[in-house]
Protein backbone atom coordinates (compact mmCIF):
# COMPACT_ATOMS: atom_id res chain seq x y z
CA UNK A 1 0.00 0.00 0.00
CA UNK A 2 1.85 3.22 1.22
CA UNK A 3 5.81 2.23 1.66
CA UNK A 4 8.14 3.52 4.60
CA UNK A 5 11.17 3.71 2.28
CA UNK A 6 10.75 8.15 2.33
CA UNK A 7 10.94 7.95 5.81
CA UNK A 8 13.98 5.52 6.39
CA UNK A 9 15.93 7.33 4.38
CA UNK A 10 14.78 10.64 5.73
CA UNK A 11 16.13 9.88 9.37
CA UNK A 12 19.06 8.40 8.65
CA UNK A 13 20.70 10.40 5.87
CA UNK A 14 16.28 18.98 -2.66
CA UNK A 15 15.08 21.73 -8.66
CA UNK A 16 17.83 23.56 -9.00
CA UNK A 17 18.69 26.03 -6.10
CA UNK A 18 22.00 28.21 -5.68
CA UNK A 19 23.46 26.42 -2.19
CA UNK A 20 26.16 28.98 -0.20
CA UNK A 21 28.63 28.41 2.04
CA UNK A 22 28.65 26.24 5.36
CA UNK A 23 29.12 27.97 8.63
CA UNK A 24 32.55 28.73 10.48
CA UNK A 25 32.33 25.58 12.72
CA UNK A 26 35.65 23.80 12.71
CA UNK A 27 34.73 20.23 14.58
CA UNK A 28 37.85 19.89 17.61
CA UNK A 29 36.70 19.34 20.95
CA UNK A 30 37.67 22.15 22.72
CA UNK A 31 36.14 24.63 20.53
CA UNK A 32 33.09 23.15 20.23
CA UNK A 33 33.10 22.71 24.32
CA UNK A 34 33.96 26.77 24.41
CA UNK A 35 30.75 27.85 22.20
CA UNK A 36 32.57 27.30 19.09
CA UNK A 37 35.40 29.55 19.86
CA UNK A 38 39.43 30.09 18.74
CA UNK A 39 39.39 32.90 16.72
CA UNK A 40 41.51 33.92 19.13
CA UNK A 41 41.96 31.48 21.71
CA UNK A 42 43.11 28.42 20.03
CA UNK A 43 46.46 26.57 20.89
CA UNK A 44 49.05 24.92 19.09
CA UNK A 45 47.58 22.00 16.55
CA UNK A 46 43.89 24.02 16.60
CA UNK A 47 44.88 26.91 15.12
CA UNK A 48 45.38 25.92 11.43
CA UNK A 49 41.45 25.36 11.76
CA UNK A 50 40.72 28.45 13.61
CA UNK A 51 43.55 31.17 12.99
CA UNK A 52 47.24 30.42 11.41
CA UNK A 53 48.35 33.60 13.32
CA UNK A 54 47.90 31.86 16.89
CA UNK A 55 50.84 29.41 16.05
CA UNK A 56 52.95 32.65 17.04
CA UNK A 57 50.86 33.04 20.37
CA UNK A 58 52.06 29.81 21.97
CA UNK A 59 53.84 30.33 24.98
CA UNK A 60 58.08 30.27 25.21
CA UNK A 61 57.86 26.70 26.74
CA UNK A 62 55.71 25.30 23.54
CA UNK A 63 57.62 23.26 21.17
CA UNK A 64 55.69 20.65 19.32
CA UNK A 65 52.37 19.55 19.42
CA UNK A 66 50.26 16.71 17.36
CA UNK A 67 46.60 16.41 17.17
CA UNK A 68 45.31 13.23 16.04
CA UNK A 69 42.62 12.15 15.98
CA UNK A 70 40.32 14.33 15.97
CA UNK A 71 36.22 13.92 15.53
CA UNK A 72 33.30 15.55 15.80
CA UNK A 73 29.20 15.24 14.51
CA UNK A 74 26.41 17.59 14.68
CA UNK A 75 22.73 17.13 13.91
CA UNK A 76 20.34 19.99 13.69
CA UNK A 77 16.97 18.98 13.15
CA UNK A 78 15.08 22.67 13.18
CA UNK A 79 11.62 22.13 12.88
CA UNK A 80 11.83 19.16 14.62
CA UNK A 81 11.32 16.58 12.57
CA UNK A 82 12.47 13.72 13.73
CA UNK A 83 9.33 13.46 15.94
CA UNK A 84 6.42 14.12 13.59
CA UNK A 85 8.72 11.12 11.15
CA UNK A 86 8.75 8.72 14.07
CA UNK A 87 5.05 8.79 14.73
CA UNK A 88 4.26 8.56 11.72
CA UNK A 89 6.42 5.58 11.28
CA UNK A 90 5.80 3.86 14.12
CA UNK A 91 2.21 4.58 13.89
CA UNK A 92 0.57 6.28 11.71
CA UNK A 93 1.42 4.73 8.31
CA UNK A 94 0.76 1.04 9.85
CA UNK A 95 -2.19 1.34 11.32
CA UNK A 96 -3.37 3.43 7.53
CA UNK A 97 -1.74 0.23 5.66
CA UNK A 98 -3.19 -2.15 8.05
CA UNK A 99 -6.93 -0.83 6.90
CA UNK A 100 -6.38 -2.02 3.45
CA UNK A 101 -3.78 -5.12 3.88
CA UNK A 102 -6.21 -7.97 2.90
CA UNK A 103 -3.66 -10.19 5.29
CA UNK A 104 -5.16 -8.68 8.04
CA UNK A 105 -8.57 -9.78 9.46
CA UNK A 106 -11.62 -7.51 10.54
CA UNK A 107 -10.34 -4.69 7.94
CA UNK A 108 -11.68 -1.26 6.05
CA UNK A 109 -10.73 -3.06 3.22
CA UNK A 110 -13.01 -6.41 3.77
CA UNK A 111 -15.43 -4.53 5.01
CA UNK A 112 -15.87 -2.68 1.93
CA UNK A 113 -16.16 -6.27 0.56
CA UNK A 114 -19.12 -6.99 2.47
CA UNK A 115 -20.50 -3.83 1.81
CA UNK A 116 -20.41 -4.43 -1.71
CA UNK A 117 -21.47 -8.12 -1.13
CA UNK A 118 -24.61 -6.91 0.33
CA UNK A 119 -25.70 -4.28 -2.44
CA UNK A 120 -24.89 -7.18 -5.08
CA UNK A 121 -27.15 -9.63 -3.38
CA UNK A 122 -29.89 -6.86 -3.16
CA UNK A 123 -29.41 -6.68 -6.75
CA UNK A 124 -29.49 -10.15 -7.16
CA UNK A 125 -32.58 -10.86 -5.35
CA UNK A 126 -34.77 -7.89 -6.82
CA UNK A 127 -33.38 -8.02 -10.69
CA UNK A 128 -35.97 -11.11 -11.71
CA UNK A 129 -38.85 -10.07 -9.74
CA UNK A 130 -41.70 -8.18 -10.48
CA UNK A 131 -44.37 -6.10 -8.50
CA UNK A 132 -46.51 -8.67 -8.41
CA UNK A 133 -43.90 -10.74 -6.73
CA UNK A 134 -43.53 -8.49 -3.77
CA UNK A 135 -47.20 -6.75 -3.14
CA UNK A 136 -48.79 -8.10 -0.26
CA UNK A 137 -46.17 -11.02 -0.43
CA UNK A 138 -45.25 -11.75 2.95
CA UNK A 139 -42.10 -14.29 2.01
CA UNK A 140 -40.39 -12.35 -0.16
CA UNK A 141 -40.99 -9.19 1.28
CA UNK A 142 -39.51 -10.62 4.71
CA UNK A 143 -36.28 -12.03 2.61
CA UNK A 144 -36.15 -8.60 0.81
CA UNK A 145 -36.19 -7.09 4.15
CA UNK A 146 -33.49 -9.49 5.55
CA UNK A 147 -31.23 -8.86 2.79
CA UNK A 148 -31.50 -5.18 3.27
CA UNK A 149 -30.63 -5.66 7.24
CA UNK A 150 -27.53 -7.06 6.48
CA UNK A 151 -27.09 -4.08 4.14
CA UNK A 152 -27.81 -1.97 6.76
CA UNK A 153 -24.88 -4.01 9.06
CA UNK A 154 -22.36 -3.58 6.32
CA UNK A 155 -23.37 0.08 5.87
CA UNK A 156 -23.03 0.57 9.75
CA UNK A 157 -19.62 -1.71 9.95
CA UNK A 158 -18.08 0.97 7.09
CA UNK A 159 -19.16 4.07 8.84
CA UNK A 160 -17.58 3.10 12.32
CA UNK A 161 -14.45 2.22 10.00
CA UNK A 162 -15.00 5.66 7.85
CA UNK A 163 -14.33 7.72 11.70
CA UNK A 164 -10.91 5.84 11.82
CA UNK A 165 -10.08 6.33 8.20
CA UNK A 166 -10.76 9.91 8.19
CA UNK A 167 -8.83 10.42 11.55
CA UNK A 168 -5.65 9.12 10.11
CA UNK A 169 -5.66 10.70 6.66
CA UNK A 170 -6.71 14.22 8.07
CA UNK A 171 -3.33 13.42 10.69
CA UNK A 172 -1.02 11.90 8.27
CA UNK A 173 -1.92 14.89 5.53
CA UNK A 174 -1.29 17.11 8.58
CA UNK A 175 2.23 15.89 9.47
CA UNK A 176 3.07 15.24 6.07
CA UNK A 177 2.44 19.05 4.50
CA UNK A 178 4.23 20.47 8.44
CA UNK A 179 7.24 18.46 7.53
CA UNK A 180 7.48 19.41 3.75
CA UNK A 181 9.94 21.67 2.65
CA UNK A 182 11.43 21.66 6.40
CA UNK A 183 15.15 20.64 6.65
CA UNK A 184 17.24 18.27 8.68
CA UNK A 185 20.78 18.81 8.25
CA UNK A 186 24.16 17.39 9.49
CA UNK A 187 27.60 17.97 9.84
CA UNK A 188 30.82 15.35 9.62
CA UNK A 189 34.09 16.47 10.52
CA UNK A 190 37.68 14.77 11.13
CA UNK A 191 40.70 16.20 11.09
CA UNK A 192 45.12 15.91 12.41
CA UNK A 193 47.35 18.38 12.63
CA UNK A 194 51.13 18.40 13.47
CA UNK A 195 52.36 22.32 15.17
CA UNK A 196 55.36 24.09 15.57
CA UNK A 197 55.05 27.15 17.60
CA UNK A 198 57.51 30.01 16.93
CA UNK A 199 57.11 33.95 17.41
CA UNK A 200 59.91 33.94 15.09
CA UNK A 201 58.66 31.40 12.34
CA UNK A 202 55.79 28.81 13.26
CA UNK A 203 54.49 26.04 10.80
CA UNK A 204 52.32 23.25 10.94
CA UNK A 205 50.82 20.61 8.93
CA UNK A 206 46.84 20.08 8.95
CA UNK A 207 44.64 17.62 7.29
CA UNK A 208 41.03 18.01 7.66
CA UNK A 209 37.89 16.78 5.83
CA UNK A 210 34.35 18.01 6.82
CA UNK A 211 30.75 16.83 5.33
CA UNK A 212 27.77 18.84 5.65
CA UNK A 213 24.80 17.92 4.35
CA UNK A 214 20.95 19.40 4.19
CA UNK A 215 17.90 17.44 2.96
CA UNK A 216 14.13 17.90 2.83
CA UNK A 217 10.81 16.48 2.18
CA UNK A 218 8.83 17.31 -1.05
CA UNK A 219 5.23 16.13 -0.16
CA UNK A 220 3.40 16.56 -3.18
CA UNK A 221 -0.55 17.22 -4.41
CA UNK A 222 -0.43 13.75 -5.86
CA UNK A 223 -0.13 12.49 -2.56
CA UNK A 224 -2.48 14.28 -1.10
CA UNK A 225 -4.53 13.46 -4.05
CA UNK A 226 -4.39 10.09 -3.03
CA UNK A 227 -4.18 9.81 0.82
CA UNK A 228 -7.26 12.05 1.13
CA UNK A 229 -8.85 9.97 -2.16
CA UNK A 230 -9.45 6.81 0.09
CA UNK A 231 -12.01 8.47 2.97
CA UNK A 232 -13.93 10.84 0.16
CA UNK A 233 -13.97 7.89 -2.19
CA UNK A 234 -15.75 5.29 0.75
CA UNK A 235 -17.96 8.65 2.13
CA UNK A 236 -19.57 8.59 -1.33
CA UNK A 237 -19.99 5.21 -0.85
CA UNK A 238 -21.64 5.08 2.35
CA UNK A 239 -24.00 8.15 0.81
CA UNK A 240 -25.12 5.64 -2.03
CA UNK A 241 -25.58 2.64 0.05
CA UNK A 242 -27.25 4.25 2.89
CA UNK A 243 -29.67 6.01 0.29
CA UNK A 244 -30.33 2.78 -1.11
CA UNK A 245 -31.16 0.80 1.70
CA UNK A 246 -33.76 3.86 3.45
CA UNK A 247 -35.62 3.83 -0.20
CA UNK A 248 -35.62 0.27 -0.35
CA UNK A 249 -36.90 0.22 3.36
CA UNK A 250 -39.82 2.80 2.27
CA UNK A 251 -40.23 0.62 -0.81
CA UNK A 252 -40.89 -3.05 1.21
CA UNK A 253 -43.22 -0.57 3.49
CA UNK A 254 -45.06 0.27 0.10
CA UNK A 255 -45.02 -3.54 -0.97
CA UNK A 256 -46.75 -4.64 2.57
CA UNK A 257 -49.76 -2.13 0.99
CA UNK A 258 -49.23 -3.34 -2.33
CA UNK A 259 -48.61 -0.03 -3.62
CA UNK A 260 -45.50 -1.15 -5.23
CA UNK A 261 -45.62 -0.61 -9.51
CA UNK A 262 -43.21 -1.49 -12.05
CA UNK A 263 -41.86 1.62 -11.95
CA UNK A 264 -40.83 1.62 -8.52
CA UNK A 265 -38.87 -1.81 -8.92
CA UNK A 266 -37.50 -0.85 -11.63
CA UNK A 267 -36.19 2.47 -9.87
CA UNK A 268 -34.93 0.72 -6.42
CA UNK A 269 -33.39 -2.44 -9.10
CA UNK A 270 -31.50 0.33 -11.02
CA UNK A 271 -30.69 1.69 -7.43
CA UNK A 272 -29.25 -1.19 -5.94
CA UNK A 273 -27.25 -2.33 -9.25
CA UNK A 274 -25.56 1.34 -9.43
CA UNK A 275 -24.89 1.32 -5.92
CA UNK A 276 -23.28 -2.47 -6.13
CA UNK A 277 -21.19 -1.22 -8.68
CA UNK A 278 -20.21 1.99 -7.33
CA UNK A 279 -16.99 4.10 -8.87
CA UNK A 280 -15.76 6.71 -7.12
CA UNK A 281 -14.60 9.94 -8.97
CA UNK A 282 -11.41 9.77 -10.59
CA UNK A 283 -9.03 11.98 -8.71
CA UNK A 284 -4.58 13.02 -10.15
CA UNK A 285 -2.07 11.32 -8.35
CA UNK A 286 1.22 10.05 -9.46
CA UNK A 287 -0.62 7.20 -11.67
CA UNK A 288 -2.30 9.76 -13.58
CA UNK A 289 -6.09 10.33 -12.88
CA UNK A 290 -7.83 6.98 -10.95
CA UNK A 291 -10.61 6.08 -9.14
CA UNK A 292 -9.98 4.44 -5.38
CA UNK A 293 -13.20 2.54 -5.67
CA UNK A 294 -14.16 0.71 -8.96
CA UNK A 295 -17.35 -1.44 -9.01
CA UNK A 296 -17.90 -1.51 -5.53
CA UNK A 297 -14.33 -2.74 -4.85
CA UNK A 298 -10.91 -1.17 -3.71
CA UNK A 299 -9.03 -0.26 -7.57
CA UNK A 300 -6.01 -2.51 -8.10
CA UNK A 301 -3.99 1.33 -8.20
CA UNK A 302 -5.60 2.32 -4.65
CA UNK A 303 -4.47 -1.11 -3.47
CA UNK A 304 -0.42 -0.82 -4.68
CA UNK A 305 -0.51 3.05 -5.07
CA UNK A 306 1.95 5.01 -6.62
CA UNK A 307 3.57 8.02 -4.91
CA UNK A 308 6.03 10.96 -6.29
CA UNK A 309 6.76 12.44 -2.83
CA UNK A 310 10.41 12.43 -2.82
CA UNK A 311 13.23 13.16 -0.73
CA UNK A 312 16.07 15.30 -2.39
CA UNK A 313 19.46 15.46 -0.34
CA UNK A 314 22.65 18.26 -1.27
CA UNK A 315 25.94 17.71 0.57
CA UNK A 316 29.60 18.58 -0.13
CA UNK A 317 32.40 17.52 1.60
CA UNK A 318 35.34 19.65 2.11
CA UNK A 319 39.16 17.92 2.44
CA UNK A 320 42.09 20.57 3.02
CA UNK A 321 45.75 19.86 3.40
CA UNK A 322 46.95 22.71 4.61
CA UNK A 323 50.53 23.72 5.65
CA UNK A 324 50.45 27.24 7.53
CA UNK A 325 53.00 29.49 8.73
CA UNK A 326 53.25 32.43 11.05
CA UNK A 327 55.55 35.24 12.24
CA UNK A 328 55.30 37.87 14.56
CA UNK A 329 55.69 41.39 13.33
CA UNK A 330 56.65 44.63 14.85
CA UNK A 331 53.83 47.31 13.53
CA UNK A 332 53.45 50.33 14.59
CA UNK A 333 55.00 49.33 17.99
CA UNK A 334 52.47 46.68 18.42
CA UNK A 335 53.58 42.97 18.29
CA UNK A 336 51.34 41.32 15.59
CA UNK A 337 51.09 37.71 14.47
CA UNK A 338 50.37 37.13 10.70
CA UNK A 339 49.96 33.86 9.69
CA UNK A 340 48.41 32.34 6.39
CA UNK A 341 47.55 28.61 5.57
CA UNK A 342 47.83 27.75 1.78
CA UNK A 343 45.63 24.74 0.99
CA UNK A 344 45.22 21.91 -1.65
CA UNK A 345 41.29 21.63 -1.03
CA UNK A 346 39.29 18.25 -2.66
CA UNK A 347 35.91 19.50 -3.01
CA UNK A 348 33.04 16.53 -3.33
CA UNK A 349 29.01 17.44 -4.21
CA UNK A 350 26.39 15.19 -3.81
CA UNK A 351 22.98 15.11 -4.97
CA UNK A 352 20.29 12.56 -4.27
CA UNK A 353 16.87 12.36 -5.14
CA UNK A 354 14.24 9.05 -4.11
CA UNK A 355 10.68 9.17 -4.48
CA UNK A 356 9.00 8.04 -1.50
CA UNK A 357 7.61 4.29 -2.76
CA UNK A 358 11.68 3.90 -3.80
CA UNK A 359 12.37 0.47 -2.29
CA UNK A 360 15.92 0.47 -3.13
CA UNK A 361 19.06 0.71 -1.13
CA UNK A 362 21.67 3.49 -1.16
CA UNK A 363 24.59 1.66 -2.04
CA UNK A 364 28.17 2.65 -2.99
CA UNK A 365 27.58 2.81 -6.91
CA UNK A 366 24.50 5.23 -5.76
CA UNK A 367 26.62 7.71 -4.63
CA UNK A 368 29.06 7.99 -6.91
CA UNK A 369 26.62 8.49 -9.55
CA UNK A 370 25.46 11.29 -7.76
CA UNK A 371 28.69 12.93 -6.61
CA UNK A 372 30.99 15.46 -8.55
CA UNK A 373 34.86 15.59 -7.46
CA UNK A 374 36.74 19.12 -7.94
CA UNK A 375 40.11 20.32 -7.12
CA UNK A 376 41.47 23.50 -6.16
CA UNK A 377 43.74 25.50 -3.86
CA UNK A 378 42.56 28.08 -1.99
CA UNK A 379 43.90 30.14 1.19
CA UNK A 380 43.15 31.25 5.03
CA UNK A 381 44.74 34.20 6.30
CA UNK A 382 44.71 35.56 9.79
CA UNK A 383 45.93 38.07 12.49
CA UNK A 384 46.59 38.31 16.03
CA UNK A 385 47.78 40.93 18.57
CA UNK A 386 48.35 41.11 22.21
CA UNK A 387 47.79 43.67 24.41
CA UNK A 388 47.09 44.93 27.71
CA UNK A 389 48.66 45.82 31.32
CA UNK A 390 49.97 41.95 31.20
CA UNK A 391 49.64 40.86 27.58
CA UNK A 392 47.31 38.63 28.35
CA UNK A 393 44.42 39.69 26.26
CA UNK A 394 44.26 38.44 22.58
CA UNK A 395 42.22 39.90 19.87
CA UNK A 396 42.35 38.24 16.46
CA UNK A 397 41.13 38.22 13.21
CA UNK A 398 40.69 35.47 9.90
CA UNK A 399 39.24 35.12 6.41
CA UNK A 400 38.97 31.54 6.01
CA UNK A 401 38.44 30.35 2.30
CA UNK A 402 39.52 33.61 0.47
CA UNK A 403 39.54 32.26 -3.25
CA UNK A 404 35.62 32.03 -3.53
CA UNK A 405 34.18 29.24 -5.96
CA UNK A 406 31.29 27.67 -7.38
CA UNK A 407 30.71 23.70 -8.18
CA UNK A 408 28.16 22.72 -9.96
CA UNK A 409 26.70 19.62 -8.68
CA UNK A 410 25.28 16.36 -11.17
CA UNK A 411 21.46 16.83 -12.32
CA UNK A 412 20.23 13.39 -10.98
CA UNK A 413 17.18 11.29 -11.92
CA UNK A 414 14.33 10.63 -9.05
CA UNK A 415 15.03 7.26 -8.06
CA UNK A 416 12.02 5.10 -8.00
CA UNK A 417 10.13 7.68 -10.65
CA UNK A 418 8.01 6.18 -13.12
CA UNK A 419 9.14 8.62 -15.52
CA UNK A 420 12.95 8.54 -14.80
CA UNK A 421 11.99 12.48 -13.78
CA UNK A 422 15.61 14.57 -13.51
CA UNK A 423 16.41 17.43 -11.31
CA UNK A 424 18.92 19.93 -12.39
CA UNK A 425 22.23 19.94 -10.57
CA UNK A 426 22.70 22.85 -7.73
CA UNK A 427 25.60 25.42 -7.50
CA UNK A 428 27.12 24.89 -4.32
CA UNK A 429 29.56 27.95 -3.31
CA UNK A 430 32.00 28.16 -1.06
CA UNK A 431 32.25 31.75 -0.01
CA UNK A 432 34.80 33.42 1.93
CA UNK A 433 34.34 33.40 5.87
CA UNK A 434 35.17 36.19 8.04
CA UNK A 435 35.57 36.03 12.19
CA UNK A 436 36.90 38.13 14.88
CA UNK A 437 37.71 36.77 18.22
CA UNK A 438 38.99 38.29 21.81
CA UNK A 439 40.24 36.31 24.79
CA UNK A 440 42.05 36.58 27.90
CA UNK A 441 44.75 34.09 28.67
CA UNK A 442 45.41 33.74 32.42
CA UNK A 443 47.36 31.29 34.21
CA UNK A 444 44.30 29.34 34.90
CA UNK A 445 41.55 30.46 32.99
CA UNK A 446 40.47 31.30 29.42
CA UNK A 447 38.03 33.79 28.39
CA UNK A 448 36.97 34.05 24.52
CA UNK A 449 34.30 35.63 22.71
CA UNK A 450 34.00 35.06 18.78
CA UNK A 451 31.91 36.77 16.30
CA UNK A 452 31.20 36.30 12.55
CA UNK A 453 31.49 39.62 10.93
CA UNK A 454 29.61 38.21 7.80
CA UNK A 455 26.32 36.07 7.21
CA UNK A 456 27.39 32.75 5.75
CA UNK A 457 24.23 30.94 3.70
CA UNK A 458 23.27 27.73 4.29
CA UNK A 459 24.56 24.57 1.93
CA UNK A 460 20.95 24.02 0.97
CA UNK A 461 17.37 24.63 3.14
CA UNK A 462 18.71 25.09 6.74
CA UNK A 463 18.77 28.43 8.33
CA UNK A 464 21.17 30.81 7.43
CA UNK A 465 24.42 31.64 10.19
CA UNK A 466 26.17 34.50 11.67
CA UNK A 467 27.19 33.48 15.28
CA UNK A 468 28.50 35.08 18.66
CA UNK A 469 29.85 32.79 20.43
CA UNK A 470 31.17 32.72 23.81
CA UNK A 471 33.38 30.23 26.05
CA UNK A 472 35.49 29.50 28.88
CA UNK A 473 38.24 27.08 30.07
CA UNK A 474 39.26 26.18 33.47
CA UNK A 475 42.71 24.36 33.60
CA UNK A 476 43.73 22.56 37.12
CA UNK A 477 47.47 22.53 37.23
CA UNK A 478 47.76 22.14 33.55
CA UNK A 479 46.07 18.43 33.70
CA UNK A 480 42.33 19.10 34.19
CA UNK A 481 40.57 21.51 32.15
CA UNK A 482 36.81 22.06 32.55
CA UNK A 483 35.12 24.17 29.87
CA UNK A 484 31.49 25.26 28.97
CA UNK A 485 30.42 27.88 26.26
CA UNK A 486 27.18 29.09 24.62
CA UNK A 487 26.82 30.39 20.90
CA UNK A 488 23.32 31.97 19.46
CA UNK A 489 22.81 32.83 15.69
CA UNK A 490 21.81 36.46 14.80
CA UNK A 491 19.95 35.24 11.27
CA UNK A 492 17.35 33.03 13.54
CA UNK A 493 15.52 33.31 16.78
CA UNK A 494 15.88 30.41 19.01
CA UNK A 495 19.22 29.01 17.72
CA UNK A 496 21.04 29.08 20.25
CA UNK A 497 23.59 26.03 21.81
CA UNK A 498 24.96 25.89 25.16
CA UNK A 499 28.06 23.76 25.29
CA UNK A 500 30.11 21.59 28.00
CA UNK A 501 33.39 19.39 28.19
CA UNK A 502 36.72 18.52 29.69
CA UNK A 503 40.07 17.52 29.09
CA UNK A 504 42.52 15.08 30.63
CA UNK A 505 46.45 16.13 29.95
CA UNK A 506 48.45 14.12 31.97
CA UNK A 507 52.31 14.10 30.87
CA UNK A 508 51.54 16.42 27.19
CA UNK A 509 49.40 13.83 26.26
CA UNK A 510 45.73 15.47 25.89
CA UNK A 511 42.22 13.80 25.85
CA UNK A 512 39.48 15.88 25.10
CA UNK A 513 35.46 15.66 24.89
CA UNK A 514 32.72 17.23 24.41
CA UNK A 515 28.92 17.92 23.76
CA UNK A 516 26.56 20.63 22.82
CA UNK A 517 22.60 21.03 22.29
CA UNK A 518 20.31 23.66 22.47
CA UNK A 519 19.25 24.01 25.72
CA UNK A 520 15.44 24.74 24.98
CA UNK A 521 14.79 21.67 22.85
CA UNK A 522 17.84 18.92 22.67
CA UNK A 523 16.24 17.71 19.20
CA UNK A 524 16.47 21.31 17.49
CA UNK A 525 20.54 20.97 17.09
CA UNK A 526 22.69 18.71 18.99
CA UNK A 527 26.44 17.49 18.73
CA UNK A 528 29.34 15.87 19.94
CA UNK A 529 33.32 15.91 19.20
CA UNK A 530 36.30 14.11 20.66
CA UNK A 531 40.27 14.09 19.97
CA UNK A 532 43.90 13.27 21.53
CA UNK A 533 46.22 15.18 21.02
CA UNK A 534 50.41 15.38 22.64
CA UNK A 535 51.63 18.52 23.08
CA UNK A 536 55.52 19.19 24.00
Given at each position: MMTRSLLAIAIATLGA?????????????????????????????????????????????DDFAILF????????????????????????????????????????????????????????????????????????????????????SALD???????????????????????SGNPFSGRLGTSAAIALPSKRFAAAISLSANVTFSGRVGY???????????????????????????????LLNDAENGDVTEDDLDWITTQAENTSNYTSDSISTAAGDISIIENGQLSSEAEDADMDSYLEMVGVAVSDLGVSFSREFSIWDKKVAIGI????????????????????????QDLEDASETFNQFNVDLGASFRFGATNKWVFG??????????????????????????????????NPQFRAGLAFNGNWTTVALDVDLTENDPVAWENPTQYVAVGAEF??????????????????????????????????????????????????????????????
Open positions: ASVQATPFLPMDARGLAMGNTGVASAQRAHAPAYNPSLLSQAEHDPQLGLSIADEEEMYDTFIDMNDELIPEFEALFDNAENNNFNQHLEELDNASQALYDALDSLSANDVNNVDETIAELRAKNNNLQTVNDDLKQVDSLTDQLTSDLTSISSNDNNLINGYGDAASGYVDDADALSTDFDATPKYQRVITLHYAAEADYEGDIDELVGKNLIGKTYQAKEVVIRGSADSTTLAGPKISLDIYNTLQLRAGYRTNLSVSDAEVASIGFGFSPFGVHIDIAAMANPNDVEKEAGIALETGFYF
